[in-house]
Every structure is written in C-alpha cells, then in structure tokens.
C-alpha cells in the first residue's frame, strides 16, 4: 500500500467485504419476515380464526413497526455510535423470533409482529450508515446494490422456508421462529467490526478514530479531517437536508406503491406455469422475485458507468411506461403481461438501490443515519397506504385503472427525478454530502 492512501481511495478490501455483507443482513431480515408470515398466515387464519380484520392487523402491525424504528433509531446511532445499535438490534430481532413461536392469541401476534418490524427498522439507518462510511468511492454502488439485493435473496429464503414446513404441523410457529438462524450467523459476523471512523471522528474521538484506522487499514491510510459536530435531529428541517428528505422520501415511494400494483400480476405469471395455490404458491413467488434481483445486478454497474441521475431519470420513464402498456391495454395476453412485468422488474433495480445510496451520500455524517431513518419511515407511510388502497382501489375501478394510477404514481418520480436528481458519481463521502440538486 502507498504511503499516503486516502480511506475513500482504497483498495476493496477483505474487511470492506465483511462489513457489507453483515450489513446487507437487515435488508435480507425485513425481506425474510415480511414474506414469511405470509406463508404462515395459511395455517395462522384456521388456527387461530383469524377475520380479515386480524389478517389486516397482522400485516400492518409489522409495517407500522417499521416506521417506528427507521424513524426513531437512525437518530439513536448518530448519538451512540453504529457499531453498538449494530449488534443490539440483532440480538432483539433474534429473541423476539423466538418469542413469537409461542404466541396463542391474535392480539399476541399483533404486537410482537409490531416489535420485530420496529427492530428490523432500526437496523436499516444503522447498517447502511455503518457500510457507506466504510465503502470506497467507486465501491459505494455495489455496496449499496448488494444491500438492495439481499432485501429479494430474503424474501426468496423466506418462500423456500415456507415451502419446506408448509405441511408440518403447527409449522406457522416454525416459520415465525426460523428467523433466529439468520439472525445468529448475522451476529457472529457482525461481532468482530469496528466502530465506524467517520462517526467517531465526528464525536471528536480522534484517537479512537487513530486506533480503528491503524489496526484495521495500517498507518498509510488518512482520512479526511472532519470538525466535530453534535447531533442535532433538528438539522434535518433545514432547507437543503428538508429538501433531500423529500427528494429521496419521494422517489422512494414513487418506486413501492407502483411496484404492490405489478405484483397484481404476479399470480398470473405464476398461474400459467401452475404454482398458483398452496405451497406451490411458495415456488411461483421465488421466481417473481427472481425478476427483481435480475434487475438489480446490472444497475449496480450503471450506477457507476451512466451515473445515478441518468440511470434515475431512465428507469423511471421505463417503469412508467411499462405500467401504462398494462393500462392501457384491456385483457392483455400472457406474453404482453409477462413482458410489461419484466421490464419493470428489471429497470426497478436502478431506482431500488438509489433508495439506499442516495440518503447515505447526500448527508453529513453526524445526521446521516437520522436521515436514512427519515426517508425510509418517509417511504413506509406510502407502503402502508397501498397495502390498503390498492385491493379498495381495484375493486372499485379495475385493474387497468389500477396501473393506469401506478403509471402516473412512477411518472411522479421521473418528474421529481428530472427536477432535482444530483449526480454523486465518483465523490468521495465527505464531497457528496454537499451535492447540489439538478
């Protein structure tokens, strides 16, 4: 290594490949347990006589959950450190699977489900916090895809789980309980990382960030000096940070609420090759996701090579024009279904790994996981929404006016895309986090 390496510089490393791997590991937990109890609500709602009015609760308790931890610890790891909030939140997750293996009552579901999302959120503004501030430069998008990935690779493992124990008795507390395996091998490789040096030097830890520095990267590597700041949630309100929080809040839900409106289609798709019913419904959803993570792995090279605002702006007008096809097109065939969800599928990878780069490079280091915690419980408010108004808004009006509303919902984005999208590409942290818009 060079005399004088700087840490946005580096190599990428065997450590950089630990902590972002280990910290993909919330973005694969929400994907696992959001998808898992959907398996398990097939043995859930006899079981336990679940109406719809629990099965509507089950599933918003979890996502209300995790619109309270995004929002609430994001600003707890800019005070305490990413490193502690790290590994806690693991640990909670993995007590809390277990806890709800034991559940005999609705209302008992209701609220642990509430607990785990709250957890699982928490890990999301720590976590990627934690592996953006290690992450090179020109390796920021692929550790960022890969964090957008692992959310499809869990939600995948979920549907194989459920597919294994679907037949076994009471294997609804099976399934509910398996996340702990996960959990425990994310917490053994979580165990040994360091504490972020960003955030310590921030806190005006400099020998401690000096510490973490040598013993980890060697003597040669420098770091950018930062001034200390305190952390102040109250910077989030201010004009540039406010503007970011909506940009990104917005471009965020412009890419889920559309995306619940394709997955419509999804047991068409699958009904054509028959995994439509029971446990087979398990098999059809891991080849629906198979088309989301196709999309991912190229846009985590375009992020870099066209750059994040053209890959934004590009994506968004792709989506949108899939949706409008499928609106405007009554009873379309197969194949034109299968096109139309494929190509949104595919050039949703763009705008799905933005989700997680864009907050983690457009703020400062001492508000950055408090911005991230923003945006996503941001974001949620529109998850938790469509959860209900789509099966409503269908119901009432028809599925091609249902991607007719998607089609506009994802052209929303492209316009706020186009209006204020920044180029980050190839900034070190520190340089991007004072980007300008447009």
Avoid at 277 to 298: H, M
Avoid at 319 to 332: R, S, Y
Wanted: proline share 5%; glycine share 10%; net charge neutral.
């Amino acid at each position: 290594m060079k005399a004088e390496t700087s840490f946005d510089d580096m190599e990428f490393s065997p450590l950089h490949k630990k902590i972002m791997l280990w910290g993909s590991g919330g973005p694969f937990l929400d994907g696992y347990v959001l998808v898992i109890i959907g398996i398990a609500l097939e043995q859930l709602i006899p079981s336990m006589q679940l109406d719809s009015n629990w099965v509507g609760l089950v599933g918003a308790s979890t996502l209300v959950g995790l619109f309270v931890g995004t929002a609430l610890f994001g600003y707890i790891a800019d005070l305490f450190g990413r490193r502690l909030m790290f590994l806690i939140d693991i640990i909670a997750i993995a007590l809390l699977s277990v806890g709800t293996m034991f559940v005999s009552s609705p209302m008992e579901l209701v609220i642990m489900r509430f607990l785990i999302g709250v957890v699982i959120g928490a890990d999301y503004p720590i976590a990627t916090s934690m592996v953006a501030e290690f992450s090179p430069t020109k390796q920021r998008a692929l550790t960022m895809g890969f964090i957008a990935l692992m959310w499809y690779v869990g939600a995948t493992a979920a549907n194989a789980v459920g597919y294994l124990l679907y037949d076994m008795e009471d294997g609804w507390r099976w399934m509910l309980g398996s996340g702990v395996i996960p959990c425990l091998v994310i917490l053994l490789g979580r165990f040994h990382l360091p504490e972020s040096p960003r955030w310590l030097l921030k806190k005006g830890r400099v020998e401690e960030c000096r510490q973490v520095m040598e013993t980890y990267f060697g003597k040669g590597v420098t770091l950018e000096q930062e001034a200390p700041k305190k952390t102040s949630y109250g910077d989030l309100f201010r004009k540039r940070n406010l503007k970011m929080v909506i940009f990104t809040g917005t471009i965020w839900s412009c890419q889920i609420i559309p995306m619940f409106a394709i997955y419509t289609f999804g047991p068409q798709i699958i009904g054509m090759l028959g995994l439509h019913e029971g446990k087979d419904a398990a098999l059809g959803n891991i080849i629906i996701s198979g088309f989301f993570i196709a999309g991912c792995i190229p846009a985590i090279y375009w992020l870099n090579s066209i750059g994040r605002r053209p890959l934004l702006i590009g994506s968004f007008a792709a989506m949108t024009l899939a949706l409008a096809v499928l609106g405007v097109i009554p009873n379309p065939s197969i194949a034109l279904v299968v096109s139309a969800f494929g190509l949104y599928a595919f050039f949703s990878g763009g705008p799905g790994i933005l989700q997680w780069l864009y907050p983690n490079e457009l703020f400062p280091t001492e508000i950055r996981a408090s911005a991230v915690g923003a945006v996503m419980a941001f974001s949620r408010i529109g998850t938790i929404v469509s959860t209900y108004a789509l099966p409503l808004f269908m119901a009432n009006y028809g599925i091609s006016a249902t991607m007719m509303m998607g089609a506009l919902i994802s052209l929303l984005g492209l316009m706020i895309s186009v209006a204020m999208a920044p180029e980050t590409r190839g900034m070190a942290l520190a340089e991007a986090s004072s980007a300008k818009f447009g």
